[in-house]
């Protein structure tokens, strides 16, 4: 059983381990009793301890960090919930010990002694070892960029892209010019061609026609001379 498997149930005191979710409601265990009961979607809405935050005048914080703080400092909770009934100034008091920046006009004191009874119920299953969190956070904090370094890289990704572009532009222009040129000497060869068959051909009609009247003469020449 881990803290992230830890579920506050709307309409139900205490708290639950998520056991299984089916389409309309879930199983949970008690952690109280360690009893297993069906709770409806329809009814009933779950909300798990690790989604929890505490108001305060500035950022809101985590429920598991101010469970922490209570660890730190958990003495007076017992006496606090137990049968002598605590003034609301005195949970106040000691919550301001906890979390000084808690919002006193958005948490009740309702909302104080709830806090203090989860606390007890996760120490009594021993469900308040919250490293995963913290190591969580160093893992990111690790991997992350300093601010500034993050809002260059940004920023400088959409000139990178555009620089990157128009060389792929100029490159793939560079390949297609000597294709074009390529093609338009070929094409100004097939038209010299085209032009110098219909000359040649002219040129042998011309010499077969002088041809043919060369040969002519020589024998009307001859044909004359026979007549005479």
């Known amino acids: 059983m881990e803290y992230r498997q830890i579920v506050a149930v709307t309409g139900l005191p ?3 381990q998520l056991v299984s979710t089916k389409n309309d409601g879930a199983l949970v265990r008690s952690l109280a009793d360690k009893s297993i009961k069906f709770v409806s979607s329809r009814v009933h809405q779950l909300t798990p301890l690790e989604s929890i935050e505490i108001y305060t005048y500035s950022e809101n914080v ?17 006496e606090l919930l137990s049968g002598k009934k605590a003034s609301n100034d005195e949970l106040k008091k000691y919550f301001a010990t906890i979390l000084p920046e808690f919002d006193q006009e958005r948490v009740y004191v ?4 709830k806090v203090l009874k989860w606390y007890e119920l996760l120490k ?12 969580s956070a160093e893992n990111t904090a690790d991997v992350e960029l300093a601010p500034q370094e993050a809002a260059t890289e940004v920023e400088e990704a959409p000139k990178k892209a555009a620089k990157k ?9 560079g390949e297609e010019k000597p294709a074009k040129k390529a093609a338009k000497k070929s094409a100004k ?18 010499a077969a026609k002088a041809t043919a009247e060369g ?7 001859a044909a004359k001379k026979k007549e005479d």
């Open 14 to 16: 205490g708290l639950y």
């Open 62 to 78: 985590r429920l598991h960090e101010v469970l922490e703080q209570i660890k730190s400092n958990d003495a007076p909770v017992k």
């Open 110 to 113: 309702s909302d104080i002694k």
């Open 124 to 135: 009594a299953n021993d469900l308040l070892n919250f490293d995963i969190y913290k190591q």
């Open 165 to 173: 572009a128009t060389a792929k532009k100029e490159e793939t222009e």
């Open 189 to 206: 060869k097939e038209e010299a061609e085209g032009e110098e068959k219909p000359a040649k051909k002219a040129a042998a009609k011309k």
């Open 215 to 221: 040969e002519e003469k020589p024998a009307k020449k």
